[in-house]
């Protein structure tokens, strides 16, 4: 199966946070931003192995900064590892108030899909190919987590 780069699957999401993702203080609920990050997230696996995937795992998520209504979120994502069937991806969570325009780094977070085909069984997915040293960080950082992923 030929590979593909971490470039041809990037994507970039970007919404505003509505009245319906927050509370009544406005603050946006943490489950809205991870919805988000599944969807983001989910397009990088999709576009990487241009099969359906599904969402096998998501790592612990740290929420650094409150996001508030009417604030732009974009979720960037990023395909790190690829196993046998596999996908890892990262995806970095930023809020931007539209306003003042300040920037702030809301969570980063990795995620585990796999890839399925019409009748649901699991299917490999094409290699990662690595051209930057970034991409040959992110791919050791990815292998670590998932020697210590914990699997039912
Ligand atoms: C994810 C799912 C397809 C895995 O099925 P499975 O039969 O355990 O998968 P396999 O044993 O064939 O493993 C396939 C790959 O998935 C990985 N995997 C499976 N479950 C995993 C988990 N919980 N966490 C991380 N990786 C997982 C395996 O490590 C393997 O990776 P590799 O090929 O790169 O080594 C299955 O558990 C499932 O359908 N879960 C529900 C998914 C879903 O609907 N998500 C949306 C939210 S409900």
Excluded at 38 to 54: K, P, T
Excluded at 88 to 117: R, S
Aim: glycine share 8%.
């Amino acid at each position: 199966m030929e590979g593909k780069t971490v470039e041809q699957s990037r994507v970039v999401m970007a919404r505003s946070m509505q009245p319906t993702d927050a509370n009544g203080y406005g603050n946006v609920h943490g489950g809205a931003i991870m919805r988000f990050v599944d969807e983001a997230g989910g397009a990088a696996a999709i576009r990487h192995a241009r099969m359906r995937c599904v969402t096998a795992a998501v790592d612990h998520m740290s929420f650094r900064a409150p996001v508030h209504v009417g604030d732009l979120v974009t979720v960037t994502a990023c395909v790190t590892y690829t196993g046998h069937k596999s996908i890892e991806v990262e995806c970095q969570v930023h809020a931007e108030n539209f306003i003042t325009g300040v920037v702030t780094h809301t969570a980063t977070c990795h995620l585990v899909f796999v890839a399925i085909d019409e009748d649901g069984h699991t299917i490999p997915v094409p290699p990662l190919i690595l051209t930057t040293d970034e991409d040959h960080e992110r791919w050791a950082a990815a292998e670590r987590r998932r020697a210590s992923r914990p699997r039912d």
